[in-house]
C-alpha cells in the first residue's frame, strides 16, 4: 500500500514566524511531488510542484525535496492569518495502471495566530 | 490553470435518489476525475474519466454505484445512485494536462456538498 503521512496538526505558529510543514512518503520511485493548500469548506489549491531533490520557491513557499529520505516539506515565509488552511501532500504513484494516480495525504491543518 | 466549473453547488437528496453531478471546463484536458472527500478526511479517488470508454475505478467503488461519463475532453458527469446517508460528502472534478502538453499537475473544481436524508 503506498502511503503519503502528514501530522494532523493542528500546527500551530506566531504570525511573522517561518512554519514548517512535513510529509513522507512510501513509494521510492515517485517522481511528482505537490502541495495543495484547502480552505475550510473550499476545494484544494495547488499551490507548489517540485520534481527534482533540492529546493524550489515561489514568494514565500519553498518546497523541499529529499528522494533519498523520502521527505518533502512546505516551508511558508512570514506567515499570515490567511495562510491558515489545511496543507495536502500529494505524490504521484508509480508504475503499472497506477501511473497516472496522485495519492493525497491527509493534511495537516496550519494556524497562525496573530 | 483551467477553469472548472461544478453542477450543482449543493444538493439534499432523499435517500434510494440518484444525483448526477455536471463537471464542464473551458480548454480540452488529458485526463479527468472524480473525488470524495467526507467531512474531516482527505481526497478518496472514485474513478479515472476516461474520453470515449468506461471509466477506471479504484477498490471499493463499482461502476452500478458511481456510473461516470465522458463523452468530449471538457465535461464529464458523476452518477451516485440509490443513495444513502453514508454517501454523504463532498465530490469533486479534478483534471490534468491538455491536449498540447501533458502535465502530472492536477486542478480541482469547486465541489458538490452532496447531504443524503
Known amino acids: 500500500q503506498k502511503e503519503v503521512e502528514q501530522n494532523s496538526g493542528p500546527l500551530s505558529v506566531p504570525e511573522g514566524a517561518i512554519a514548517s510543514l512535513n510529509c513522507t512518503y512510501s513509494?521510492?520511485?515517485?517522481?511528482?511531488f505537490f502541495w495543495y493548500r484547502q480552505y475550510s469548506g473550499k476545494s484544494p489549491e495547488l499551490i507548489m510542484s517540485?520534481?527534482?531533490?533540492g529546493d524550489k520557491e515561489d514568494g514565500r513557499f519553498t518546497a523541499q525535496l529529499n528522494k533519498a529520505s523520502q521527505y518533502v516539506s512546505l516551508l511558508i515565509r512570514d506567515s499570515q492569518p490567511s495562510d491558515s488552511a489545511t496543507y495536502l501532500c500529494a505524490v504521484t504513484a508509480s508504475g503499472g495502471s497506477s501511473a497516472s494516480k496522485i495519492i493525497f495525504g491527509s493534511g495537516t491543518r496550519l494556524s497562525i495566530r496573530p | 490553470s483551467a477553469v472548472i466549473s461544478q453542477k450543482p453547488s449543493r444538493d439534499i437528496c432523499q435517500r434510494g435518489t440518484s444525483l448526477t453531478i455536471q463537471c464542464q471546463v473551458d480548454s480540452q484536458v488529458t485526463m479527468m476525475f472524480w473525488y470524495r472527500q467526507q467531512p474531516g478526511q482527505s481526497l478518496t479517488l472514485i474513478a479515472t474519466a476516461n474520453q470515449g470508454s468506461e471509466a477506471t475505478y479504484e477498490s471499493g467503488f463499482v461502476i452500478d454505484k458511481f456510473p461516470i461519463s465522458r463523452p468530449n475532453l471538457t465535461f464529464s458527469t458523476l452518477t451516485v445512485s440509490n443513495m444513502s446517508p453514508e454517501d454523504s460528502s463532498i465530490y469533486l472534478c479534478s483534471v490534468r494536462g491538455t491536449v498540447l502538453a501533458d502535465s502530472y499537475e492536477q486542478y480541482f473544481g469547486p465541489g458538490t456538498r452532496l447531504t443524503v436524508t
Open positions: 517540485i520534481y527534482s531533490n
Open positions: 513509494d521510492r520511485v515517485s517522481q511528482s
